[in-house]
């Protein structure tokens, strides 16, 4: 199903949960305890926002995957919709943006979870600066913590993604 130019998609990204300081490697760092209580957290949160994702991005990092089985578990959502992407875990955000674009046109509803700089980065050029006033505030004043996300309706095919073409809904940081 094609959706064409003109509809509506929810983008959701995310950082990961806070993850432990050590690990035989960076691509190995597990989830702290904290880190398992704000990913669950986020997915109940976004769960009383009524957002449910037809696919998942995932970093194929340990902390990221740990994160999307909180966040999916908080939510109570399928975990079969998820994509673990070897690509997302360095990408930088070119990349990362060449990675959303070739999401299938008939995902609605896309969640990304990934890490920082790139997902503090790519949600500061998706944002046209025209959305709720609250999320950008805490967006800024905030910044990206670990278990941040945001949440942008986007116009039009996912191809098409890229500066200024997101309409900034919320921002959820929890008590990080």
């Given at each position: 199903?094609?959706?064409?130019?003109?509809?509506?998609?929810?983008?959701?990204?995310?950082?990961?949960?806070?993850?432990?300081?050590?690990?035989?490697?960076?691509?190995?760092?597990?989830?702290?305890?904290?880190?398992?209580?704000?990913?669950?957290?986020?997915?109940?949160?976004?769960?009383?926002?009524?957002?449910?994702?037809?696919?998942?991005?995932?970093?194929?990092?340990?902390?990221?995957?740990q994160t999307w089985?909180?966040?999916?578990?908080?939510?109570?959502?399928?975990?079969?919709?998820?994509d673990f992407s070897?690509?997302?875990?360095?990408?930088?955000?070119?990349?990362?943006?060449?990675?959303?674009?070739?999401?299938?046109?008939?995902?609605?509803?896309?969640?990304?979870?990934?890490?920082?700089?790139?997902?503090?980065?790519?949600?500061?050029?998706?944002?046209?600066?025209?959305?709720?006033?609250?999320?950008?505030?805490?967006?800024?004043?905030?910044?990206?913590?670990?278990?941040?996300?945001?949440?942008?309706?986007?116009?039009?095919?996912?191809?098409?993604?890229?500066?200024?073409?997101?309409?900034?809904?919320?921002?959820?940081?929890?008590?990080?």
């Amino acid at each position: 199903m094609d959706l064409g130019s003109g509809a509506s998609r929810r983008l959701v990204i995310m950082r990961h949960a806070k993850a432990e300081a050590t690990a035989p490697s960076d691509h190995e760092r597990p989830l702290a305890s904290r880190g398992r209580a704000d990913a669950e957290a986020a997915g109940r949160w976004l769960r009383g926002q009524g957002i449910a994702p037809d696919l998942a991005l995932v970093s194929d990092a340990v902390r990221t995957r740990q994160t999307w089985e909180q966040v999916s578990g908080g939510a109570g959502w399928d975990e079969s919709t998820v994509d673990f992407s070897a690509g997302l875990y360095a990408a930088g955000s070119d990349s990362a943006f060449d990675l959303l674009r070739e999401t299938d046109p008939a995902v609605t509803s896309l969640i990304v979870i990934g890490h920082n700089p790139t997902m503090a980065y790519v949600a500061e050029l998706i944002d046209d600066g025209e959305g709720d006033p609250d999320a950008t505030t805490g967006m800024v004043t905030r910044g990206f913590p670990t278990s941040a996300l945001v949440v942008f309706t986007v116009e039009g095919p996912w191809a098409d993604l890229g500066p200024g073409t997101g309409r900034l809904e919320a921002f959820h940081a929890g008590d990080a």
